[in-house]
Nanobody
Framework: VQLQASGGGLVQAGGSLRLSCAIS????????MAWFRQAPGKEREFVAA????????YYADSVKGRFTISGDKAKSTVYLEINVLKPEDTAVYYC???????????????WGQGTQVTVSS
């Protein structure tokens, strides 16, 4: 299984980005597709997740209303749309696949390489 994250970049505060995670190597039916982020010197934290079967979504309280996770089964791709970016959103964003929903990164078996998001004030 390979996860390829992309879409990061340098953005001014208030701007938007859409991250993509292309998944290959295996077909998933009801797994959880998730996004995490890790800022310098901080632990990796849960951002959002999507249940691949029914597309139920989950969000960390800190990003509700600004982040939207979605998926395209035909393209085997998961997206994370980030609006009204803030400097504190600066981090490396990782996509991951797990068999059940959890906020803990330990519960996710497959990981992408990460994409850097930098928000300037």
């Amino acid at each position: 299984v390979q996860l390829q994250a992309s879409g990061g970049g340098l953005v001014q505060a208030g701007g938007s980005l859409r991250l993509s995670c292309a998944i290959s190597g295996r077909a998933f039916s009801s797994h959880i597709m998730a996004w995490f982020r890790q800022a310098p010197g901080k632990e990796r934290e849960f951002v959002a997740a999507l249940r691949w079967g029914g597309f139920r979504t989950y969000y960390a309280d800190s990003v509700k209303g600004r982040f939207t996770i979605s998926g395209d089964k035909a393209k085997s791709t998961v997206y994370l749309e980030i609006n009204v970016l803030k400097p504190e959103d600066t981090a490396v964003y990782y996509c991951a696949v797990g068999s059940s929903y959890s906020w803990s990164p330990l519960m996710y078996r497959y990981w992408g390489q990460g994409t850097q998001v930098t928000v300037s004030s």
